[in-house]
T-cell receptor, first 112, second 111 residues
Framework: KNQVEQSPQSLIILEGKNCTLQ??????????LRWYKQDTGRGPVSLTI?????NTKSNGRYTATLDADTKQSSLHITASQLSDSASYIC???????????FGAGTRLAVHP | NAGVTQTPKFRVLKTGQSMTLLCAQD?????MYWYRQDPGMGLRLIHY???????AKGEVPDGYNVSRLKKQNFLLGLESAAPSQTSVYFC??????????FGEGSRLTVL
């Protein structure tokens, strides 16, 4: 069964600190792995899309990693800002535009 | 460039009432989708469309209907609303299997 599990469910960090969010995926056949950021009351916004051959991809202070052997991905946020407070959603794509498997998300709160 | 626009943003219905959610995109994308988002769960696909005049069922299609009469619009209808359809609904569009662009969401409460 295709599924995406994220940990932790929620996280609180202080402004300026780094953090890492985890994603375990069981997706077959594997096409790509995506990370989205969803601000409260808003729609998800794409951060990165990684294919099988990519093991690291950065978008500003966000760096996603992909380990195809262990089927794990992580999203590392560097020097967190208050605006990073949001839910971060991991999405596995087993192939096909209509087959995205969404994780439940990690809710991050950055406190001053 | 508005991207993906959903209307209405909020709606309260009584059980058995009907309504339509409208999604409009100005990016000339072929593919459009309707998702629902419930607490503690990932987004789930309701229906999708790969082009004007075509629609297909997603993971949770029961109780919903859709239409794509124009390329830029994708309508989601509830013929007889039930409390289980209380949710936040997101429309998205994409060009092929690429990046999804989401709307701001429509929060529906069914009493």
């Amino acid at each position: 069964k295709n599924q995406v599990e994220q940990s932790p469910q929620s996280l609180i960090i202080l402004e300026g600190k780094n953090c890492t969010l985890q994603c375990n995926y069981t997706v077959s056949p594997f096409s790509n792995l995506r990370w989205y950021k969803q601000d409260t009351g808003r729609g998800p916004v794409s951060l990165t899309i990684m294919t099988f051959s990519e093991n690291t991809k950065s978008n500003g202070r966000y760096t996603a990693t992909l380990d195809a052997d262990t089927k794990q991905s992580s999203l590392h946020i560097t020097a967190s800002q208050l605006s990073d407070s949001a839910s971060y959603i991991c999405v596995g794509t087993p192939g096909g535009y209509n087959k995205l498997i969404f994780g439940a998300g990690t809710r991050l709160a950055v406190h001053p | 460039n508005a991207g993906v626009t959903q209307t209405p943003k909020f709606r309260v219905l009584k059980t058995g009432q009907s309504m339509t959610l409208l999604c409009a995109q100005d990016m000339n994308h072929e593919y459009m989708y309707w998702y629902r988002q419930d607490p503690g769960m990932g987004l789930r696909l309701i229906h999708y469309s790969v082009g004007e005049g075509t629609t297909a069922k997603g993971e949770v299609p029961d109780g919903y209907n859709v239409s794509r009469l124009k390329k830029q619009n994708f309508l989601l209808g509830l013929e007889s609303a039930a409390p289980s359809q209380t949710s936040v609904y997101f429309c998205a569009s994409s060009q092929g299997a690429g990046e999804l662009f989401f709307g701001e969401g429509s929060r529906l409460t069914v009493l």
